[in-house]
């Protein structure tokens, strides 16, 4: 007789005690909740309420602020559908992978159940065998002509019995090739909780070094607003110093002309004659002085320089 297993109607009850309790129905927790059964069973009711769950109609959420959705969707909108794709990417290969894993435990345990079924027979087959071998002990004792067929059936009942103590030891392997399949699939469920905690991991460096490089460019700014500033005080130097070359150039040329007209004036006061000779000449000397003297008191005029 088969022996009684866990319900789908167990399952789902587990499932909605959990979620009432705010508590996340991972297949693990309704495992722990039951207590016991079979895990390819439990997975295969708890993938069933999963999807039945999701056909569900969604619960009505009130209208979200139109501003908050305008100053975060355009930023959240592209990371949330990056990592939505990754995320479902991993949870299929996983689900597909847990499912190969389920079905081949489950194929295990019904050809353990069926050697099981097969040895109760046997057994029952050994009675009766055991059985009809007494009563045909009694026969032969009466009847020798039958010993030789006696002894050919109570070969094949040992056979019988061999090939059965065979079968209980595949029995015995075969549970442990399905503690093996539970233990790997603790092992990807530990693995897949691994995963979401680097990636969380990630998102936190990621967050950092946006911090930094904002910071970068701020100095950044900085630092060209300020070479700026020290351009445009260069500029200005630039120009002060061109005005004061032109201005010095000009003194030299005003000076030139007039030592110019100083020798004008000098050749004029000569041919006009011994009668103011000598005090045009005292006159000339002084004015000529006098001219030389303004020359000299002005800076003498610097060349430009070539750019």
């Known amino acids: 007789m088969a022996r009684p297993g866990i319900t789908y109607e167990q399952v789902a009850a587990v499932a909605e005690a959990l979620v009432a309790q705010q ?10 909740r039951l207590g016991s059964g079979s895990m390819n069973t439990i997975h295969r009711y708890w993938s069933t309420w999963q999807e039945q769950q999701q056909k569900r109609p969604p619960r009505k959420l009130s209208e979200p602020n139109s501003r908050l959705l305008a100053a975060l969707g355009a930023e959240l909108s592209k990371v949330a559908e990056e990592a939505a ?16 894993m389920a079905a081949n435990g489950e194929a295990l345990e019904k050809e353990r159940d069926d050697l099981a079924q097969q040895l109760l027979e046997v057994t029952t087959d050994r009675d009766t065998v055991a059985g009809r071998a007494n009563e045909q002990a009694d026969e032969i004792e009466r009847l020798q002509q039958g010993a030789g067929r006696q002894q050919e059936e109570l070969a094949r009942v040992r056979r019988a019995l061999a090939q059965a103590e065979l079968r209980l030891e595949a029995v015995s392997r075969l549970e442990d090739e399905l503690a093996a399949v539970r233990g790997q699939l603790a092992s990807e469920q530990a693995s897949r909780a691994a995963a979401d ?4 991991v990630a998102e936190a460096q990621r967050a950092a070094e946006e911090a930094a490089r904002q910071r970068a460019e701020a100095r950044l700014s900085g630092a060209e607003t300020r070479e700026g500033q020290a351009r445009q005080e260069l500029t200005e130097v630039h120009a002060a110093h061109q005005s004061t070359r032109d201005k010095l150039i000009e003194a030299v040329s005003l000076a030139a002309e007039a030592q110019a007209e100083l020798r004008v004036l000098r050749a004029h006061l000569e041919a006009e004659g011994a009668e103011t000779g ?3 000449s005292q006159q000339l000397d002084e004015a000529s002085a006098n001219a030389m003297g303004a020359d000299e008191s002005k800076p003498p005029a610097r060349p430009r320089r070539r750019r």
Request: charged share 20%; hydrophobic share 60%.
């Open 197 to 200: 905690k680097a990636a969380a």
């Open 278 to 280: 000598a005090v045009g």
């Open 23 to 32: 508590l996340k129905p991972t297949l693990t927790a309704v495992r722990e």
């Open 85 to 100: 794709a990754e995320a479902e990417a991993a949870l299929a290969q996983a689900m597909n992978e847990l499912a190969a």
